[in-house]
C-alpha cells in the first residue's frame, strides 16, 4: 500500500510518502523552491518522495490531502454572516480568492496530479481528512505508543482549534473540539502580531523573548480576554480581537487594555514587550496543563501525544513533562501544517484503508525526522567544485576530528550530513555548530551569521547517554521539543548587580559552564542526539566531548534570517559564502572560508524577506 500525503495551499505545504505503513520520505515545498513557508503545490517534494522510493505516480495507489476546502469556506461563510455588517472589507477580498482558488480546490488538486499521471483516478484515488485528524493521526500512528491520548492545539483548521482524541492499535477515536473563533493558537498569534512580530511565522520569538520579562498582564489576559475553565475549555472575548472579520489580529480596545498601538517591526523591543510575551506564554502554559490533567482524567491512559502549531511550544512542553501529568509525552516533530501531510497518509492508511499498524523501527515511526533528501560523495564533490568552492576531501574519522577541532577552536561550522530534516528544526543534518562553553557564541551566531535579533536562544544537542548530567531531564527529545533547565552544578550564581538587570540586558550575563545554550531563566531548548538515528552527528559530539569533556554543542538552523534551511550542498556553499560561517563540512568534504575565492562572496544578508 503506497499512499501519498499532501499539504498545501495555505502555508508550510509538504508531501509525505508511506509504502506499506511506514513514513520513507517527506519534504516541505519550501526546500526546494527557497521560499520560506511556501504555500504552493508541493511538485518537487512529491517528485522527491517518489524518487526515494524508487516509484513512479502510477504506483500511488491513494493521495490524502490534509484537510477539507468545503468546511473551511463554511465557517468563512458563517463567520462573516455571525459578525456582519462588520469585515465587509475583509469579506470583499476573501470571498473573490475562495471562489477563484480555494472552494476548487479539488479541482486544483486534480489538475496537479494529473500532470504526473493524466490517468489518474482522481475521483476514486484523492482522499480528503479533516485538519484535526491529520495533525492527531501525524502525532499518534508515528509514536511509539500503542494507546495514547492526543492533544492538537492550533489557530484553526475547518472548524476545530483544539481537539482530544484517543489512539489505540490502529484506530484513532476524535472525542472532543473546540471550536472558531475559541483558539490558544490565535492568542498567541495575537500577541505576536501585537509586539511587532509576523504572524504565522513569529510566534516563536514571542516565546523566545518570554524569559526576559515578567507575565505582569497574565491576570489582565484571563480577566479580560479569555474565560479560562478548570478543564482547561475556554472562550475568547471578541471584542478584543479582529481577526474574524478584519485585516488585523486585534483592535482598539485590545490597544486600550494593553497600553498602546501594536509595535511596528522597525521599532525597538522595550520591557513592555516582553512582560507582554511572558504574560501570554504563562497564560498558554496553563491552558495547556489545565487540558492534559482534564485527559488524563477522563482517560486515564498514561502516554501523551502533541500536534499543532501550539506543540512547537516547547517551553509549555517542558512544563507539561516536569509537571508528571502524563508518564510518557511524544511531541511530532513537523508539529505545525508541514506535518499534516504526514497525518493525512497515517489517517488514510489506517482510517480509510483499515490496515494494521506497523512496530516502529527505533524511538519512533518519524526516522529522527531524517526524512529529506540526501548527496552521496561523488554527487557533494561534483556539485562543490561546480558552484566553485575549494575544499578538501578527509577520510570519515579524520573529517570528525577536524570539525570537533575547529567546534573547540571556537569557529562557527556549517554541518551538512545525510539525510535533511523534515519540520521546522535542524537537527543534525543541515546545522550551523558552535561551542557553547563560548560567552560570546550566542551573540555571534545571532548577528554575525544568522543576522536575526540578538536575544534569540540557540539549542544544545547533548548525546543522550549524557544528558542527565547536564540538564534536569532524563527522557529522550530528539526533536528539540524539550525545555528543561541546566543542573544546578553547571550553572554560575550571578552578581546582586547582574540579577538588578532587566530584560535583555541580561543577554551577555554568562549563567553556566554552556553560556552560549542557556537561556536567561537557566532553561535550555534540549536535542539529544542517538546514534541510531544520526551516527555522524553522535561521533562528532562525541569527539567534542573527547576534546574539551563538554557532551555539548550549539546547534541552529543552517540557514540566514528569512531563509528556509539548506537543502543541496550549493545551498549550504551559497549560505557559507554570505555569512560569517568559518568552516563548512559536507559530506566528507571540508571547507575553510579563508581557502575560498573572495569573489564568491555575495551579500547574503539582504537576499531573503525577514520572517
Not at 562528532?540 to 540557514?559: D, E, H, Q, R
Request: with cysteine; charged share 25%; proline share 5%.
Amino acid at each position: 500500500m503506497r499512499i501519498l500525503g499532501l499539504s498545501a495551499l495555505y502555508h508550510d505545504s509538504a508531501a509525505a510518502l508511506l509504502v506499506d505503513g511506514r513514513l520513507v520520505a517527506a519534504a516541505q515545498e519550501e526546500r526546494f523552491t527557497r521560499k520560506k513557508h511556501d504555500s504552493s503545490f508541493p511538485r518537487n517534494a512529491v517528485d522527491y518522495c517518489l524518487a526515494e522510493a524508487g516509484l513512479k505516480f502510477a504506483d500511488i495507489d491513494y493521495v490524502a490531502f490534509y484537510d477539507k476546502p468545503f468546511l473551511k469556506f463554511e465557517r468563512l461563510l458563517e463567520t462573516y454572516l455571525a459578525f456582519a455588517p462588520r469585515g465587509f472589507a475583509s469579506f470583499r477580498m476573501a470571498i473573490p480568492v475562495w471562489l477563484k482558488e480555494k472552494l476548487f480546490q479539488k479541482t486544483l488538486l486534480r489538475d496537479e496530479l494529473k500532470r504526473w499521471e493524466p490517468s489518474f483516478d482522481w475521483q476514486g484515488k484523492l482522499l480528503f481528512g479533516e485538519h484535526h485528524q491529520s495533525h492527531a493521526a501525524s502525532a499518534y500512528f508515528p509514536s511509539p505508543f500503542d494507546e495514547a491520548v492526543v492533544l492538537t492545539m492550533d489557530g484553526v483548521g475547518e472548524w476545530a482549534t483544539t481537539s482530544l482524541a484517543v489512539g489505540r492499535g490502529a484506530e484513532l477515536e476524535m472525542r472532543r473540539e473546540i471550536h472558531f473563533p475559541h483558539s490558544i493558537g490565535l492568542l498567541y498569534s495575537a500577541f505576536t502580531y501585537y509586539t511587532g512580530f509576523r504572524v504565522n511565522s513569529g510566534e516563536y520569538k514571542v516565546m523566545g523573548l518570554a524569559p526576559y520579562g515578567e507575565p505582569t498582564y497574565a491576570k489582565t489576559i484571563l480577566n479580560k480576554l479569555v474565560d479560562l475553565k478548570a478543564d482547561g475549555s475556554f472562550r475568547l472575548d471578541q471584542d478584543y480581537f479582529d481577526y474574524c472579520t478584519g485585516l488585523r489580529m486585534t483592535n482598539g480596545k485590545f490597544d486600550a487594555l494593553f497600553g498602546g498601538p501594536a509595535r511596528n517591526a522597525d521599532e525597538p523591543l522595550v520591557q513592555r514587550h516582553m512582560n507582554l510575551a511572558a504574560s501570554v506564554q504563562a497564560v498558554t502554559e496553563e491552558i495547556v496543563l489545565r487540558l492534559a490533567r482534564s485527559a488524563r482524567a477522563e482517560t486515564g491512559i498514561a502516554n501523551l501525544c502533541l500536534a499543532g502549531g501550539v506543540a512547537l511550544n516547547c517551553v509549555a512542553n517542558g512544563k507539561l513533562l516536569r509537571a508528571g501529568i502524563f508518564d510518557n509525552i511524544w511531541v511530532q516533530p513537523a508539529a505545525g501544517d508541514a506535518g499534516g501531510a504526514v497525518g493525512a497518509a497515517f489517517a488514510a492508511h489506517h482510517g480509510y484503508c483499515r490496515q494494521p499498524r506497523v512496530r516502529a523501527d527505533g524511538l519512533d515511526g518519524m526516522s529522527g525526522s531524517y526524512l529529506g533528501p540526501a548527496y552521496a560523495q561523488p554527487d557533494i564533490e561534483s556539485r562543490l567544485a561546480t558552484a566553485g568552492a575549494k575544499f578538501d576531501v578527509l577520510p570519515y574519522d579524520t573529517m570528525i576530528d577536524a570539525t570537533a577541532r575547529a567546534l573547540a577552536d571556537g569557529k562557527a561550522v556549517g554541518w551538512f550530513q545525510g539525510r535533511m530534516e523534515f519540520g521546522p528544526r535542524a537537527l543534525g543534518g543541515r546545522s550551523i555548530l558552535g561551542d557553547p562553553r563560548s560567552p560570546s557564541m550566542q551573540k555571534t551566531l545571532n548577528l554575525r551569521v544568522k543576522y536575526r535579533e540578538s536575544f534569540r536562544p540557540f539549542a544544545p544537542s547533548v548525546l543522550r547517554e549524557d544528558v542527565a548530567d547536564w540538564f534536569e531531564i532524563d527522557v529522550d527529545s530528539p526533536y528539540m521539543l524539550m525545555v528543561a533547565p541546566v543542573v544546578e552544578d553547571r550553572r554560575r550564581a550571578m552578581s546582586a548587580e547582574e540579577q538588578a538587570l532587566f530584560g535583555i540586558d541580561k543577554l551577555n550575563v554568562p549563567r553556566s559552564d554552556i553560556p552560549a545554550v542557556t537561556h536567561v531563566d537557566y532553561s535550555a531548548r534540549i536535542q539529544t542526539v542517538h546514534r541510531e538515528t544520526n551516527r555522524a552527528y553522535h561521533d562528532l559530539i562525541s569527539a567534542f566531548k573527547a576534546m574539551t569533556g563538554c557532551p555539548v554543542v550549539v546547534n541552529t538552523s543552517f540557514n540566514v534570517r528569512g531563509e528556509p534551511i539548506v537543502c543541496t550542498p550549493e545551498d549550504a556553499f551559497r549560505c557559507f559564502m554570505g555569512s560569517d560561517i568559518e568552516t563548512l563540512v559536507v559530506g566528507n568534504c571540508v571547507l575553510r572560508k579563508d581557502d575560498q575565492d573572495p569573489a564568491l562572496k555575495r551579500d547574503y544578508k539582504g537576499a531573503f524577506e525577514l520572517d
